[in-house]
């Protein structure tokens, strides 16, 4: 099945510098990625995802690359806030097939963002 | 909100003993997932079911069993329960029952096993 390898465990920034959380998969047969941020006492909530047939994508500050070759992709938070501040979980699956082994996640990425 | 309602929030029971979990999904959702997060294990993948028929199936034990009802709402049932089960456990949904389409989850039922 499919393992996926999320780094760092902790991540501490200054408010207003990038946060990057990187994470690799193992199945080439997956190709569909999604980002979900966890705040305390909540649920996993999505936040940006990608599919396979896309390198790079964009939504305000947060930005999401893959490389397929390499089996890794990685989160990006430019201009980081307060409200950043969160455990931020990767994951992987083959979208639109019958992969039966649901959504894959990361171990996650506590993002403290300092004031 | 991510419209899926899971109850209880919190449940506090002995080993040994048979709980049930219940989530209503986002109106017009038709699959439900569910999924165990553990300190150590994270994120963990239960089963789906999709307009009442089981579709995957992860990692759940098998004193574990769920089922999706004609309403569409779904219970996750945990018999002889152990410490091990302590958890959170999340109800998610999507629209459709193909993997990669976007999940919605719930905000979770914190189970406590003493």
């Known amino acids: 099945g499919e393992n996926v390898e999320q780094h760092p465990s902790t991540l501490s920034v200054q408010e207003g510098d990038s946060a ?3 994470c690799t998969y193992s199945d080439s047969a997956s190709n569909y990625f999604p980002w979900y941020k966890q705040e305390l006492g909540k649920g996993p909530q999505l936040i940006i995802d990608i599919r396979s047939n896309v390198g790079e994508k964009k939504d305000q500050r947060i930005a999401v690359t893959l490389n397929k070759t390499a089996k ?44 | 909100d991510s419209g899926v309602t899971q ?6 029971t002995a080993t040994g003993q048979r709980v049930t979990l219940r989530c209503s999904p986002r109106s017009g959702d038709l699959s439900v997932y569910w999924y165990q997060q553990s300190l150590d294990q994270g994120l963990q993948f239960l089963i789906q079911y999709y307009n009442g028929e089981e579709r995957a199936k992860g990692n759940i034990l098998e004193r574990f069993s769920a089922q999706q009802f004609p309403d569409l709402h779904s219970e996750l049932n945990l018999s002889s329960l152990e410490l091990g089960d302590s958890a959170l456990y999340f109800c998610a949904s999507s629209v459709k029952g193909e993997m990669g389409t976007p999940l919605h989850f719930g905000n979770g039922t914190r189970l406590t096993v003493t």
Not at chain 1, 83 to 111: I, N, P, R
Request: net charge negative; aromatic share 10%; hydrophobic share 35%.
């Open chain 2, 7 to 12: 109850t209880p929030k919190h449940l506090i």
């Open chain 1, 20 to 22: 990057v959380i990187k």
């Open chain 1, 72 to 115: 890794h992709f990685s989160l990006h938070i430019t201009e980081t806030q307060p409200e950043d501040s969160a455990v931020y979980f990767c994951a992987a699956s083959q979208w639109g097939g019958g992969g039966a082994d649901g959504l894959t996640f990361g171990k996650g990425t506590h993002l403290i963002i300092q004031p």
